[in-house]
Nanobody, 113 residues
Framework: QVQLVESGGGSVQAGGSLRLSCAAS????????VGWFRQAPGKEREGVAA????????AYRNSVKGRFTISRDNSKNKVYLQMSILHSDDTALYYC???????WGQGTQVTVS
């Protein structure tokens, strides 16, 4: 059974940084695009960042450009989201997804105060 597991969330003060990780098991990330999504209470899930299979192309939602960086290490079967200059409106449950967004993790909570 394919499993994606996010980690690295936590509580930080505004202006702080966190690095999220997404690890895959029984699934090879290296052949797939991976996306990070988030959902805040009472809001719809939204895409945050995405990276193609090779890592050569990335995309970000406007509100995180210049603050967040998505990267991947295919040798470790992991994808990362480095988040800096965090704002209170970045508070959400963050998910990674892959396999044509067939596979989703359970999420990791990010709280910015």
């Amino acid at each position: 059974q394919v499993q994606l597991v996010e980690s690295g969330g936590g509580s930080v003060q505004a202006g702080g940084s966190l690095r999220l990780s997404c690890a895959a098991s029984r699934f090879t990330f290296s052949s797939s695009c991976v996306g990070w999504f988030r959902q805040a209470p009472g809001k719809e899930r939204e895409g945050v960042a995405a990276i193609n299979a090779s890592g050569g192309r990335t995309a970000y939602r406007n509100s995180v450009k210049g603050r967040f960086t998505i990267s991947r290490d295919n040798s470790k079967n992991k994808v990362y989201l480095q988040m800096s200059i965090l704002h209170s409106d970045d508070t959400a449950l963050y998910y990674c997804a892959s396999g044509g967004f067939t596979y989703w993790g359970q999420g990791t909570q990010v709280t910015v105060s």
